[in-house]
């Protein structure tokens, strides 16, 4: 059962577009976190959001937290071929375990 | 780099051998995941350590697979008889206890052929 739903499972856009992906999940969770992966790479962590509600901005990219703590999205402004890669949502039910559900990702090709 | 470590990148190996990865953490991280992740899926969980104590591990983690923590420091996962369904790339995590996030190392790829 995958508890954590990402879409659109493939996104290609040109330069200079904004684009939103989403996590969507039935379950909450005490900490979302947002992790950019390159091929053959692991996971790099962007952001950890704990609060429902929650916005945080880094450069182009806005994440945010829904109220319930059930759901996510990422916002990119202006995209620029770096960005291209696959983003993962992953949420952890019990921050004092850490042991968290990943979605199976957004991939992402930003094209010049 | 104090990053999270992980030896080696890659491995080729025939069916019905055995291999053993390492994954050196963050060096102040009590907390030690190991995940799988094959082509077009998220990671799956494991199995975690709380210094040198094993205190999950999932169903994924069959009798073949093995991970120990002697010291508490760094960690070995071992797969015994190879099958093909074990090629995937292997990540190793680790996290402080009072923290919220999980730190990847940049993950042993498998290839049983």
């Known amino acids: 059962t995958q508890l954590l739903e990402q879409s659109p499972q493939f996104l290609s856009i040109q330069e200079g577009e904004n684009l939103t992906v989403y996590c969507n999940s039935s379950?909450?969770?005490?900490?979302l976190q947002w992790y950019r992966q390159e091929p053959g790479e692991g996971p790099v962590l962007l952001v950890t959001?704990?609060?429902?509600?929650e916005v945080k901005k880094l450069k182009r990219l806005t994440f945010q937290f829904g109220d319930a703590r059930k759901d996510s999205s990422l916002h990119i402004t202006a995209a620029q071929p770096g960005d291209t890669g696959l983003y993962l949502c992953a949420g952890a039910r019990d921050t004092n375990a850490g042991k968290s559900t990943f979605g199976d990702g957004t991939t992402l090709t930003v094209k010049p | 780099d104090t990053g999270v470590s992980q030896d080696p990148r890659h491995k080729i190996t025939k069916r019905g051998q055995n291999v053993t990865f390492r994954c050196d953490p963050i060096?102040?991280?009590?907390?030690l995941y190991w995940y799988r992740q094959t082509l077009g899926q998220g990671p799956e969980f494991l199995t975690y350590?709380?210094?040198?104590?094993?205190?999950?591990k999932s169903r994924l983690l069959s009798d073949r697979f093995s991970a120990e923590r002697p010291k508490g420091s760094f960690s070995t996962l071992e797969i015994q008889r190879t099958e093909q369904g074990d090629s995937a790339m292997y990540l190793c995590?680790?996290?402080?206890?009072?923290?919220?996030?999980?730190?990847f190392g940049e993950g042993s790829w498998l290839t049983v052929v």
């Open positions: 959001v704990v609060t429902g509600g």
């Open positions: 350590f709380q210094n040198e104590a094993q205190l999950e």
């Open positions: 060096s102040e991280h009590n907390r």
């Open positions: 379950s909450v969770f005490s900490s």
């Open positions: 995590a680790s996290k402080s206890t009072g923290g919220n996030t999980i730190y």
